[in-house]
């Protein structure tokens, strides 16, 4: 109490100091040594000294001043003194002039030249500059020569308490877990003061909470915000808003202070078990729904939410565990009861389940609150529907030998119809199974018998599915598959595995095996393939070659001597007798043949022809095939030398079919002037400056039908032959519908730079019979003939 009642007064008096401080400065602020002269004594000096004059001098500084302080924020009727500048050197007279410079001088402080005070002529904020320094000066006041070096000193601006505290990161959000103990910390706030930390309480702060009691608390020096309350439920208030406030001057009356809002968020924790809704659910269900389908929801509510909220469904109990399941869906956390295997009207009406639902996740904190769990009771009941029928089996195996009679019976599939009124079956086969029609079926039986032979070798399994509908409801039917396995017998006779051509060198050696054949057979005994291999008895006693059966059930033929020669017989055949160990045996004769070859010493044969005798002594077949192909080759040389003179000496007259000048029409029409290089190239004609496209040439028919001539009398044989082409050119000439037809071809643009100008007419403004056409035989030979043109027409109009 003592320590606190001290603290509150010095926060009282400590301002009226500053105060009277500021206001008589000169009190703390006046020169603390004065320059001493002490004088000497006279002649009668202290202790007898006699005429003999003593001076005692001591070294002084000129200026001597403490730093000067200045309360901010004062405002008075007029400028506060700050302080007051003096020199030793100053004798009281008006000699001393006084200077002062630095910051601020000359607008925030003034300094009188004569007395040396300096006042502050303004306002002045710590905050914005919390001292200022300052250079002073004693000049000559006649002169303004300086009487002493300039000296610095310092002003301070004088902090009071004019701001605030603030919350810079305010408004602040919290979180907390529920259920927590007191004193858990939540979070911490901090606010800021712009005044003087190091001078008095004005920066302070203390911290309280003006909202948010009882459940909060703070601490007034830290700012750290704690739980005041014990077990706060979320599932009863989540959110809290708490106001902080932060005063300075240490909390005491007259003090500034800053809010703020801190927003607080019980998170969740798992304390509460889940519920079911309803201890008791009903559902209902029919007899024919497909596995895996829901058939109800239940729901375990829990008050706590995200993980918390998780709950896992099981069946404990009932007489249904193997017949449902239960699962959770994610999303709405519910139970989902699904078919596990088929229902059954007939055998089972009903079935009653018991339903656990249990936390996933479980807070070891609140396990002693009681189990995490819930139960629930599920009654089902099942509903009879027109069922199809049911198959005895659900697929069917049968067998049947390849060589089984037609019609005969292969075997007999059997179903029911499982509901109440038990209504007949028929039978049929899915035809899409047995497309080439091997079996049939009783429809009222369901024996299924051969239609056509079987053939092991071509299709050893086949799958059909029988149909099953009720006669009196054709739509409900059953599939069921039927697999029919073709029995094996032996009704192919072994043969060769391939076909086999034996070499036999003539230097051969007897007993020497010649080929190694094996057999086959398309048959498949159980105990696999045994081949008795034999020759024809009436080559039993053969002179050249034996037979020798080997353990790995193939035959090796043997030569019986040496000697062969191609010359005397190039080719053996040998045919042999093959059986197998069926029931009945089935055999096939089958001929092998053997060809006699020339060898080379190690046994490799080179050649099998008897015409390899008569090639010449050392000429190999090798070279015989580059013979060969050079006397082709130059027969090829040979057929291109012909080819090629023959076309060389072609007329170079074109038939009259092939006549390709039947095709060029020519026009008698002017091209565009000198630059026009391309008789028929519209493009060029056109002005590039100003014409963007242009009309193609177009020929057309006159409508005007030339009425024929008359028959003209034959020729007599005194005519001349120079006027009778004349008359048929004329009436050619004056044929409208003889092509070429007349045309307007219009020339847009008759070239660049031409020295004659446009040609066309018609774009000129003037007739024709204002025009004089005579300066066309100026301009040089090419225009010559047309000159001539237009001065006949000008004469032809005269006349």
């Known amino acids: 109490m003592p320590e606190r009642l001290t603290e509150m007064l010095m926060d009282v008096w400590t301002p009226l100091i500053i105060i009277w401080i500021t206001v008589l400065p000169s009190i703390y602020m006046a020169p603390l040594n004065q320059s001493e002269i002490l004088p000497s004594g ?31 924020e004062f405002s008075g009727p007029e400028p506060i003194l700050v302080g007051r500048l003096h020199t030793d050197l100053d004798p009281g007279s008006s000699k001393i002039k006084y200077i002062l410079s630095g910051d601020g001088a000359g607008t925030i402080f003034v300094i009188n030249d004569k007395t040396g005070d300096i006042h502050a002529m303004k306002r002045l904020d710590r905050e914005e500059k919390a001292e200022y320094t300052l250079t002073a000066q004693a000049v000559d006041g006649d002169t303004n020569k300086p009487l002493e070096p300039p000296s610095e000193f310092i002003i301070k601006v004088q902090d009071i308490n004019d701001n605030a505290p603030e919350f810079l990161d305010g408004p602040y ?10 004193g858990t910390f939540v979070t911490k706030v901090t606010a800021t003061d712009a005044d003087d930390p190091v001078y008095g309480n004005s920066a302070k702060l203390v911290y309280s909470i003006l909202e948010g009691q009882p459940y909060f608390s703070i601490e007034p020096h830290t700012a750290i915000i704690k739980t005041a309350l014990p077990n706060m439920d979320r599932e009863a208030k989540e959110e809290y808003f708490v106001v902080i406030q932060a005063k300075d001057m240490g909390g005491h009356m007259g003090g500034l202070s800053g809010t703020t809002t801190v927003t607080i968020t019980l998170t969740d924790v798992n304390d509460n078990p889940p519920k079911f809704a309803q201890s008791l659910y009903h559902f209902s269900v029919m007899e024919d729904i497909a596995l895996g389908e829901p058939i109800g929801r239940v729901k375990a509510n829990d008050l706590d939410v995200g993980e918390n909220a998780k709950s896992s469904y099981d069946i404990i109990e009932g007489d249904g565990m193997d017949i449902f399941e239960i699962t959770s869906d994610i999303q709405t956390q519910d139970g989902i009861i699904r078919l596990r295997k088929p229902l059954d009207f007939e055998t089972k009406k009903s079935c009653t389940l018991k339903v656990e639902a249990a936390n996933v996740h ?7 609150g009681g189990p995490f769990k819930d139960t629930a009771t599920v009654k089902i009941v099942v509903e009879d529907a027109d069922e199809p029928p049911v198959f005895s089996s659900p697929t069917y195996l049968l067998e049947v030998h390849e060589n089984a009679a037609i019609n005969s019976v292969i075997g007999q599939v059997t179903a029911h119809d ?27 039986d369901g024996k299924i018998t051969l239609a056509t032979p079987l ?43 391939s076909e086999h051509d034996a070499f036999l060198c003539e230097n051969g050696k007897p007993g020497q095996v010649i080929q190694t054949i094996s057999a086959i057979d398309k048959d498949d005994p159980k105990n696999g393939h045994i081949f008795l291999y034999s020759l024809l008895p009436e080559m039993v006693n053969n002179p050249n070659f034996t037979i020798k059966k080997n353990e790995d059930n193939t035959l090796s033929i043997l030569a019986k001597h040496s000697g062969f020669s191609r010359q005397m017989q190039e080719v053996y055949l040998l045919p042999i007798i ?24 190690d046994g490799i044969v080179q050649s099998c022809n008897v015409e390899a005798y008569v090639l010449p002594i050392g000429l190999s077949m090798g070279a015989l095939i580059a013979i060969l192909a050079c006397i082709i080759l130059l027969l090829v040389i040979v057929v291109l030398f012909v080819t090629l003179r023959r076309h060389k000496n072609e007329p170079l007259i074109i038939k009259d079919e092939e006549d390709v000048r039947e095709n060029i029409i020519r026009y008698d029409d002017e091209g565009g002037g000198e630059e026009d290089t391309e008789a028929f190239d519209i493009a060029t004609l056109q002005n590039p400056d100003g014409i963007n496209g242009f009309l193609p040439r177009k020929d057309i028919k006159p409508d005007l039908q030339f009425m024929p001539r008359q028959g003209l009398a034959p020729v007599p044989n005194g005519v001349d032959v120079d006027e009778f082409i004349n008359v048929r050119l004329h009436e050619a000439d004056n044929d409208p519908t003889a092509p070429p037809y007349d045309s307007i071809q219009i020339y847009g643009y008759e070239g660049r730079g031409s020295v004659a100008g446009s040609l066309s007419s018609l774009e000129s403004s003037t007739s024709d019979s204002d025009q004089n056409f005579d300066y ?21 109009k005269e006349t």
């Open 173 to 182: 959000h919290a979180t907390v877990p529920e259920m927590s103990i007191v």
């Open 578 to 601: 093959i059986s197998d160990s069926g029931n009945p045996p089935m055999s096939s004769t089958s001929t092998l043949t053997i060809r006699v070859c020339g060898c080379s010493s």
């Open 776 to 796: 066309l035989s100026e301009w040089g030979p090419r225009f010559k003939r047309l000159g001539e043109l237009y001065s006949v027409g000008e004469s032809d």
């Open 362 to 368: 479980i807070d070891p904190r609140f396990i002693s």
């Open 42 to 72: 006279s002649s009668m000096g202290l202790n007898g000294l006699s005429g003999e004059q003593k001076v005692l001098n001591r070294s002084k500084r000129g200026w001597v001043w403490n730093q000067m302080f200045v309360l901010e």
């Open 455 to 497: 053939d092991r070798e071509t299709n050893t399994w086949h799958n059909i599915t029988i149909v099953a509908t009720e006669t009196r409801n054709h739509s409900q039917v059953s599939r069921v598959p039927v697999a029919i396995k073709v029995l094996d017998v032996n009704d192919n006779a072994p043969e060769f595995a």
């Open 418 to 444: 499982p509901d109440v009124s038990s209504s007949p079956i028929r039978f049929s086969i899915d035809r899409h199974t047995d497309l080439e029609r091997q079996f049939n079926i009783n429809a009222d």
